[in-house]
C-alpha cells in the first residue's frame, strides 16, 4: 500500500513540476465550484492518475487541481470517493495520503449533509466539531507506521484554532455558522425519519456519507483538520431528500463556504 501511495505521488510531483502544495482541500457534492477561485497550474484527471479510483457519483468532477489561492499553494480534489460507490475504504481515503506525501500542512474539508439539529436551516454552513464514525474504519488492517500510529488519538479531531479562525472570518464577514457533530453513515440511502431521530439522540448534529474516513486517515498522519458542512435537507422534516436539492443547495450555500476558505488560506 505505501509503495502505491509513494508511486502516485512521484507521479503527481514528476507532473506539477515539484509544486509542493501546502493545504490540502476537498470539495463535496455541489460545491466543485470552489475551485473557480484557485489560479490553476495544473490540473489531472483523476483516471490519468495511477493508483487513483474514479469518480462514479453525478455532480461530482474527478480532478485534481493544483493552484494559488490568496497566494498558498494549494491542491483541491473536485470530486472525491465515497464508500456507497463500492471503493475499499483504503481508496476512498488514497488521495489524502497521497497528498500528505506531496507536502499539506492541513485538511479542508466539505460536504453536504442533512440537517438533524432543529434549529439548522437549509443553506446554513456547519462547522464541524467533531465526528461520529458509523462506517466501517479507514485504518482497519496493516498499519502503516511510516505514516501514523496503530492507535490515533481522535482528541480534537477538527482543529480548534482553525475553528477560532473561521469563527472570527464569519464575523467579520458576517457569515452566519453554525457548529455541530458530524455523523457518517455509508449511504446510498438517505435515513429513515427513526435514523435521524436515533442520530439526534447520540448526540449528532448533521448526517453525511463522506468526510469522514478521510479525517480519520488525515489524523492518523498528524494533518489538521478544518470541516464544512453544507446542510442541504432538514432531516427531521417530513420531506424526502433529493440528490438534485442537495446539489442545488450546495451551489447556493457553496458561496459562503467559499469565503471562509479562501480567508482561512490566507491566514495560513
Ligand atoms: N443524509 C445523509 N447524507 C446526506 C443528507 C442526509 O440527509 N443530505 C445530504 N447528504
Do not use: W
Amino acid at each position: 500500500m505505501l509503495e502505491e501511495i509513494k508511486k502516485t505521488a512521484a507521479f503527481i510531483d514528476a507532473r506539477t513540476q515539484q509544486f509542493r502544495p501546502e493545504a490540502g482541500i476537498i470539495l463535496g457534492t455541489g460545491l466543485g465550484d470552489f475551485a473557480e477561485q484557485i489560479d490553476v497550474k495544473y490540473a489531472l484527471e483523476y483516471k490519468d492518475i495511477p493508483g487513483f479510483p474514479v469518480s462514479t457519483v453525478e455532480g461530482h468532477k474527478g480532478r485534481l487541481i493544483f493552484g494559488l489561492l490568496e497566494g498558498r499553494r494549494v491542491v483541491a480534489m473536485q470530486g472525491r470517493f465515497h464508500y456507497y460507490e463500492g471503493y475499499a475504504m483504503t481508496q476512498v481515503t488514497f488521495p489524502v495520503r497521497v497528498m500528505k506525501l506531496l507536502g499539506i500542512g492541513c485538511l479542508f474539508v466539505s460536504n453536504a449533509s442533512g440537517g438533524i439539529n432543529t434549529s439548522f436551516r437549509v443553506g446554513d454552513l456547519m462547522i464541524i466539531t467533531d465526528h461520529i464514525n458509523l462506517m466501517p474504519n479507514p485504518l482497519i488492517g496493516p498499519n502503516l507506521a511510516e505514516l501514523g500510529p496503530r492507535f490515533p488519538d481522535m482528541h480534537n479531531c477538527y482543529d480548534r484554532e482553525l475553528i477560532a479562525r473561521a469563527t472570527a472570518i464569519a464575523e467579520r464577514e458576517r457569515i452566519k455558522l453554525q457548529y455541530g457533530v458530524y455523523v457518517g453513515g455509508t449511504g446510498p440511502t438517505f435515513e429513515t425519519q427513526a435514523e435521524y431521530r436515533y442520530f439526534k439522540a447520540i448526540g449528532g448534529d448533521a448526517a453525511g456519507m463522506s468526510t469522514v474516513p478521510e479525517v480519520i486517515v488525515a489524523r492518523h498522519m498528524g494533518i489538521p483538520v478544518f470541516g464544512v458542512s453544507v446542510i442541504t435537507n432538514c432531516g427531521l422534516s417530513d420531506e424526502a431528500g433529493d440528490h438534485e436539492d442537495v446539489q442545488r443547495q450546495g451551489r447556493k450555500a457553496g458561496q459562503k463556504m467559499a469565503v471562509l476558505f479562501r480567508e482561512m488560506v490566507k491566514g495560513l
